[in-house]
């Protein structure tokens, strides 16, 4: 774990953007910290990207949080598909909504970014997918799909879908392509559930992203 001392140098912030520098003051059991003036630095990404992952099995779904922070998505959506096998009745639901919420804090704090995601439960598909703003690009991952992710997304703002370890029901896939969602792959390989939504995350924040337009890129 790591110890601080009186005095030693902090960074502190409330999850909606920008932070201040401060000094840690230690008195006894009680610590507090002086804080400098607010510094604007802002560390989101170009693209807002909303990630409606499905609800897969425990250490799944906060690997996915946990990384998907990092990697700079704006909103995670996590919703029960058709084919996920975990259930979450409504105790559970409010106390595991908690615990990736706890995720994204502190993957936030571990990766400097100053502003935290929001995690958010749906109860089904339908009501995640309506719930999308007209002006994003949208995009459901599809194994072989003829379209590939990069070439779905031209805006700055951007909502994915990733299915559960089964993949997308029938039905579903329906259910995105009616609400304007584009089936799109990542190449002739099938991915875990796991791996597919952060390898897509690390495509769009290269190509629409973080990345996009870098020095040394062309």
Known sequence: MLRLRDGAPIVVYDG????YP?????????????????DPLERESP????????LV??????????KAVELG???????????????LVAPRAARRLHH????????????????????????????????????HDRML????????????????????????EGGLAEAEIALAGRAGFVPVSLGPRVLRTETAGLAAIAALQATRGDFAGSPGQE
Request: with cysteine.
């Open 16 to 19: 909606r953007g920008g932070q």
């Open 22 to 38: 401060a000094t840690l003051r230690c008195e006894g059991a009680t610590a507090r910290a002086r804080l400098g003036s607010f």
């Open 47 to 54: 693209l807002k990207l909303t990630l409606i992952q499905a």
């Open 57 to 66: 099995a425990a250490e799944k779904i906060d690997w996915i949080v946990e």
């Open 73 to 87: 998505v704006e909103r995670i959506v996590i919703v029960p598909m058709q084919r996920s096998v975990v259930r």
């Open 100 to 135: 990736w919420t706890d995720i994204a804090r502190a993957a936030s704090s571990q990766c400097g970014r100053n502003r935290v995601p929001s995690v958010d439960l749906l109860g089904d598909l339908g009501g995640a997918l309506a719930a999308v703003p007209a002006e």
């Open 141 to 164: 991952l599809a194994p072989g799909a003829g379209r590939s992710l990069c070439s779905a997304c031209g805006q700055t703002c951007a909502a994915l879908v990733v299915g559960p």
